[in-house]
């Protein structure tokens, strides 16, 4: 007789002798054996899906604490949605301790507007008039004439076309081969994407032009001028990615930095995807300061607002001791004006180790103020004061005393007591150990 099996509820009766259960009564003796297991599982599963809300419930609910803490704002007169403070940027005189968080309290809230980043840049850019007015009287009274971007691009591709023109027509005899005209098309076509992107896939065509030798002609045929300020950002993220330093350079000078600047000067503030692609462009440190920062000082023409909206990116982003150490050199070369003090003191407040041959040029540029007649911007006094509170300990005894006697002649109300604190309670470097700085500013 063969064996009789045990039922699956693992709790039920045996089947007595050689008679077997009916196949009804077993499926329903089953069930009731399986269902205490079955109802604790699904009570279990059930508490599980009491844990979470669904879409509409949390729509709802965030809703209701929205229109709470409007109510709240209103009644406490914290600023409603409709009485929204405006961050200002005030570069007056500073007494703070330079070691202090809030030195430069609204660098972080002056940028880039009208889009939602996590910076929270979404507001105008407002400066001192007086600290402007001090900027304006060190700028280039007769700059050279402000040329469109297709002007620049054109000009360089002209003289870059007749030079390999000449050379193939001499040795070949042959003229320079022009684009095929269904690569026009093509680009021309991009070009009328890129004027209208706002989100997506870029398109494959526009991908591949850091690999082309002549990428600067075929970046013309797309109208950079005409793109839109995401279509800039993806730009700059395929560019700085693709490109070597040198034509990166070239791609943040020419294309870049006078999209930057007319958009700037046209809204007061600066786009967040603008303000994005120039955080982006600093993945090439050398290109950002060669093709960005140090062509904007050398025009003479930067503003305060242009000054301390670049210049954020550099208090956000890290940047290599070396590019940093060039950079400061090459600004404390250079001829003055008021914006070469912003970015000087916010590379100093990055409290780098940098060459005393750099510490030797920073401290030569304000020694060559002592025969200015025109009064300091206070911006002036505060990277002075900011150069004190950092290096006191690694300059020599000789330039701390040059130092002091350019406090008689270029003086402010607070701020040189508390540079002359620095100098005079602080040790003095004694071995000279030139370190160099191995990248050169061109």
Request: hydrophobic residues 40%; aromatic residues 6%; proline residues 5%.
């Amino acid at each position: 007789m063969p064996k009789v099996k045990k039922s699956k509820g693992g709790g039920g009766e045996k089947s007595v002798g050689a008679v077997a259960m009916p196949l009804s009564d077993q499926i329903l003796q089953g069930d009731m054996v399986r269902a205490h297991g079955r109802v604790k599982s699904r009570d279990k599963k059930g508490q599980n899906e009491d844990e979470y809300v669904d879409e509409r419930l949390s729509r709802k609910i965030l809703e209701q604490a929205r229109i709470q803490q409007e109510e709240l704002q209103t009644e406490y007169g914290l600023g409603g949605p409709d009485n929204k403070k405006t961050k200002t940027t005030v570069l007056g005189p500073d007494t703070q301790d330079a070691d202090s968080d809030e030195e430069w309290p609204a660098l972080g809230d002056a940028g880039a507007g009208d889009g939602d980043g996590d910076d929270g840049f979404g507001t105008e850019v407002a400066v001192d008039p007086e600290d402007e007015k001090a900027i304006e009287m060190f700028m280039n009274k007769n700059p050279p004439m402000r040329r469109t971007l297709a002007d620049i691009i054109m000009e360089k591709i002209t003289e870059k076309k007749t030079e390999v023109g000449t050379v193939m027509s001499e040795v070949s005899g042959l003229p320079m081969p022009q684009l095929d005209p269904r690569i026009i098309e093509v680009y021309k076509g991009v070009g009328k994407v890129l004027s209208k992107y706002r989100s997506g896939k870029l398109p494959k065509a526009f991908k591949v032009i850091p690999a082309l030798s002549n990428w600067e002609q075929v970046l013309y045929l797309t109208e950079p001028e005409t793109w839109t300020a995401a279509a800039m950002y993806q730009a700059t993220r395929i560019f700085s990615s693709n490109l070597k330093e040198r034509m990166a350079q070239r791609f943040y000078n020419l294309v870049l930095l006078p999209r930057i600047r007319d958009d700037i000067a046209e809204y007061k503030k600066l786009n967040f995807h603008l303000y994005s692609a120039l955080k982006k462009a600093l993945f090439k440190p050398g290109a950002w300061f060669k093709g960005i920062l140090i062509p904007l000082c050398e025009s003479g023409t930067c503003t305060l607002r242009e000054a301390i909206i670049i210049g954020s990116i550099l208090t956000k982003c890290s940047v290599p001791v070396l590019h940093s150490s060039a950079a400061m050199l090459k600004l404390a070369e250079m001829e003055y004006n008021g914006a070469n003090s912003i970015f000087l003191r916010l590379i100093l407040d990055k409290k780098y180790a940098v060459p005393f041959r750099v510490l030797d040029a920073l401290v030569g540029h304000f020694l060559s103020f002592r025969s200015e007649k025109r009064v300091l911007p206070v911006l002036w006094h505060q990277s002075l004061l900011t150069l004190a509170q950092r290096y006191k300990a690694d300059l020599a005894s000789e330039q701390k005393t040059a130092l002091l006697d350019l406090l008689k002649v270029q003086t402010h109300p607070q701020i040189s007591a508390e540079i002359r604190r620095e100098l005079q309670n602080s040790e003095s470097r004694d071995i000279e150990t030139a370190i160099p700085v191995t990248m050169v500013m061109d």
